[in-house]
């Protein structure tokens, strides 16, 4: 899908729920037809193969697990592969990270000019020890890669509605970057957030509709694809369009419950 704006209320909330593209705004469904991308040859490819120069034409069967694992873009596909992201999600999540990467390379380059410069003045009787303490109070945080790619897996996720937990985010990224220590999504965004907004990425996208697809995806779980689970479905969409709260997650809730009780079905989720 190259681009979420819906075709009926012109808001940037269409999100793909089951294969069809719905509007998370005014509830309209508009079918699998209208998921342009997602049907071309391109999107078999996976992120790496797409975006470095020079790779090979491939048998696209096999595509989305060719990588070169050296490569930081290699990495991100092998993560979205296993979390079976859509390639525009890869590219965005890539975008992000690139943007991200290349900025904290920047910062700690500066601060790594600003203290050498700073100590070769305290060493000429220049400048007083006091500063440096001060500067390195202004280190950089650190930030590795894997937490790069975490914030922007998430935020991809919540931004086309992509059901994918934080824990199902956590284990893609421990197992492509090696990691043993755990981490939380909230840690990332403390992390990235602020940089990210500084660099121009949004990162305020309808949570709701990110909920409510991880509810959906829960209820289809547990009563199967077909007539009542689309019932279901359309109805909760139209739900979120009607309930104001802003608790994203508890409104999401409260509209997958409203159509549960509509349909006469008692699952708790």
């Known amino acids: 899908m190259t681009n979420n704006k819906c075709p009926r209320c012109n808001k940037l909330s269409l999100c793909v729920m089951?294969?069809?593209?719905?509007?998370?705004?005014?509830?309209?469904?508009?079918?699998p037809d209208y998921q342009l991308q997602e049907t071309t040859s391109s999107s078999k490819l996976n992120l790496y193969q797409i975006t470095e120069v020079g790779?090979?034409?491939?048998?696209?069967?096999?595509?989305?697990?060719?990588?070169?694992?050296?490569?930081?873009?290699?990495?991100?596909?092998n993560v979205c592969v296993k979390l079976d992201l859509p390639i525009y999600a890869a590219q965005d999540i890539n975008i992000v990270y690139q943007k991200l990467s290349k900025h904290k390379q920047q910062e700690r380059k500066a601060y790594a000019e600003k203290l050498k410069q700073l100590l070769d003045l305290v060493a000429k009787g220049l400048e007083k020890e006091e500063k440096v303490a001060i500067l390195k109070r202004t280190k950089p945080k650190g930030c590795t890669k894997a937490n790069i790619v975490a914030f922007a897996s998430h935020l991809a996720c919540r931004k086309y509605g992509l059901p994918k937990s934080d824990a199902q985010i956590?284990?893609?990224?421990?197992?492509?970057?090696?990691?043993?220590r755990t981490f939380t999504i909230l840690k990332t965004y403390s992390l990235n957030r602020i940089t990210a907004e500084s660099l121009g990425i949004v990162c305020d996208y309808d949570k709701s509709n990110y909920y409510m697809r991880i509810l959906l995806n829960k209820i289809r779980c547990k009563i199967g694809d077909g007539p009542l689970f689309n019932k279901i479905q359309r109805q909760a969409i139209e739900n979120l369009t009607h309930i104001t709260d802003t608790r994203e997650n508890t409104r999401a809730q409260r509209a997958l419950d409203l159509a549960l009780e509509g349909a006469k079905l008692n699952v708790q989720v």
Not at 18 to 31: F, Q
Request: glycine share 6%; proline share 0%.
């Open 170 to 180: 956590i284990e893609a990224i421990k197992m492509n970057f090696g990691m043993k």
């Open 55 to 77: 790779c090979k034409k491939v048998n696209l069967e096999f595509a989305r697990h060719i990588h070169e694992n050296k490569s930081d873009v290699s990495q991100i596909s």
């Open 18 to 31: 089951d294969n069809e593209i719905c509007c998370s705004k005014c509830g309209i469904v508009l079918g």
